[in-house]
């Protein structure tokens, strides 16, 4: 089980910093990832780490300012510069099988990804 928090308010060019803990398990073998989806759009991918951990890849729309990482049993998503467009729900996922070109070129392909969080609110005012 998945479970996202750390969302809320920020002025634009602030920082949030997302958790996602897992519970039952750990993040050992598997890939995550952390989506979005903001009102009225699709869901879109923000970033995924594999599950070696030594890929990482982010959409070019937070490029330089999120930054993801992990321990053991709970993922990280520091997010700087905030900007309006990156008000969404944020969502947390995980999955054991995705890994080297798979991973590589369809990881923002949501629907490939095993487990969800819940969601978390961030709200970027301007």
């Known amino acids: 089980q998945l479970q996202a928090s750390g969302g809320g308010l920020v002025q634009a060019g602030g920082s949030l910093r997302l958790s996602c803990a897992v519970s039952?398990?750990?993040?050992?073998?598997?890939?995550i990832g952390w989506w979005r989806q903001a009102p009225g759009k699709e869901r879109e991918g923000v970033a995924c780490?594999?599950?070696?951990?030594?890929s990482t890849y982010y959409a070019d729309a937070v490029k330089g300012r999120f930054t993801f990482s992990f321990d053991k049993n709970t993922m990280y998503l520091q997010m700087d510069s905030l900007k309006p467009e990156d008000t969404a729900v944020y969502y947390c996922?995980?999955?054991?099988?995705?890994?080297?070109?798979?991973?590589?070129?369809?990881?923002?392909?949501?629907?490939?990804?095993?487990?969800w969080g819940q969601g978390t609110l961030v709200t970027v005012s301007s």
């Open positions: 996922a995980t999955d054991s099988d995705l890994q080297g070109l798979r991973l590589r070129t369809s990881w923002q392909n949501w629907w490939i990804w095993d487990y």
């Open positions: 039952g398990d750990t993040l050992d073998y598997y890939a």
């Open positions: 780490i594999s599950a070696s951990g030594r």
